[in-house]
């Protein structure tokens, strides 16, 4: 089968021919369709973060496809299934976070086009219980960054406590953002997005942002104290600058969202404003299997809209460039059909 696989760090991706998995117990393989490009694959092939993949590897984690080979013990999936492999390829099932509904957390967890390979494959290997199931009648070139893009920030919004009469910032309006801001406007609240790039913004505000700020023209933090301040700020953006800015653009008793993770790992946060402003600062780490389906059902309910381009996988060098220099509107897919 075709794959794009990181040889290193500093080479571009190669087109291989490379074995079609076949599934063990527990597994199946999936014959993909579609695979959204999330900035994270980029980190992936750069080696970008203190926990490194190893080289060779099969990038990619908004895999979806249909359900081509089943291992054995697999009982709730069939043949021709559509299905989605994300970013938790599988967890320990038994810890304290796995039972508590934070599998997410989980100290045994595998991720998928990192620490086992992923989705950027004519077939992909998948653990059948932590594969999302895609219902009917969503689109697979939507599916796909609804794997990542979308249960990552429907997440990120869940945990900000985000409502109907909060504002709530979006810092960078990439394939995260212009869903994070969808899911933060179906909650009732006020949006206010920020990026670098125009046409973003543009992006943004005929998806329902409310306020619009480009941080090259003005401080969003400035801006955004000048409407009351936000109650919620989600970081998407690549950038520790953009995580200082949401900072400040928070009102007292604001939550900071981080989710985006940036090469140049910190940022400077005051303790003093923090204490005193009684500010919450979050991570987030995309979202559980109950989290993918809810996401997949408001977009089948016709609530999210998913904007993306697509390519083929030859072009993933191409494709790479141009999302890290901010050429195109939210996601890139790549199509195998
Ligand atoms: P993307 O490249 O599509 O979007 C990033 C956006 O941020 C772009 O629109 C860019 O113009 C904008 N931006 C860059 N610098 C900015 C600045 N200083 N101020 C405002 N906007 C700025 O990337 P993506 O696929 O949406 O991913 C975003 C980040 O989220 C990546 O670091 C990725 O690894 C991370 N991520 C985290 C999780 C998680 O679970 N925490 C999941 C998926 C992705
Ligand atoms: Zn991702
Ligand atoms: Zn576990």
């Known amino acids: 089968m075709k794959a794009a696989v990181v040889r290193s760090f500093t080479e571009p991706l190669a087109i291989e021919d490379v074995a079609i998995p076949v599934p063990g117990y527990g597994q199946v393989v999936v014959k993909i369709e579609t695979s959204g490009l999330c900035h994270t694959d980029i980190h992936a092939a750069h ?3 203190p926990v490194k993949p190893n080289p060779p590897f099969i990038p990619g984690h908004e895999g979806v496809g249909l359900v081509d080979r089943i291992g054995e013990g697999v009982k709730h999936l069939k043949e021709g299934d559509r299905v989605a492999i994300p970013w938790l390829g599988s967890a320990c099932g038994f810890c304290e976070y796995c039972v508590s509904g934070w599998e997410t957390l989980c100290l045994q967890q595998q991720n998928t086009g990192y620490s086992v390979n992923g989705s950027y494959a004519e077939y992909a290997l998948a653990e059948a219980g932590y594969i999302g199931k895609v219902p009917n009648g969503v689109d697979p070139l939507d599916a796909a ?14 945990v900000s406590g985000a409502r109907a009469s909060d504002l709530v910032a979006i810092y960078g309006i990439g ?3 212009h869903l994070a801001l969808q899911y933060a406007s179906i909650t009732g609240a006020s949006v206010a997005a920020v990026d670098l790039v125009e046409s973003k913004l543009t992006l943004a505000k005929s998806l329902g942002a409310e306020y619009t700020f480009n941080s090259t023209t003005c401080d969003p933090a400035v801006e955004i104290q000048r409407l009351g301040g936000a109650d919620v700020a989600i970081v998407l953006a690549v950038s520790p600058k953009a995580a200082e800015s949401a900072f400040k653009s928070l009102r007292r008793g604001g939550r900071l969202v981080f989710v985006a993770l940036p090469k140049d790992n910190f940022v400077q946060l005051p303790i003093f ?3 005193l402003q009684g500010i919450s600062v979050i991570g987030s780490i995309v979202g559980t299997r109950r989290d993918l389906s809810e996401t997949f059902q408001l977009h089948a309910e016709g609530r999210t809209k998913v904007i993306r381009q697509t390519r083929k996988l030859e072009e993933v060098n191409s494709s790479f460039e141009q999302i890290e220099s901010g050429k195109v509107d939210a996601r890139l897919v790549f199509d195998m059909r």
């Open 175 to 177: 394939g995260l953002g």
């Open 145 to 158: 960054p609804l794997t990542c893009a979308g249960v990552t920030t429907y997440k990120a919004v869940k």
């Open 47 to 49: 080696g970008d973060w």
């Open 273 to 275: 404003e923090t204490v």
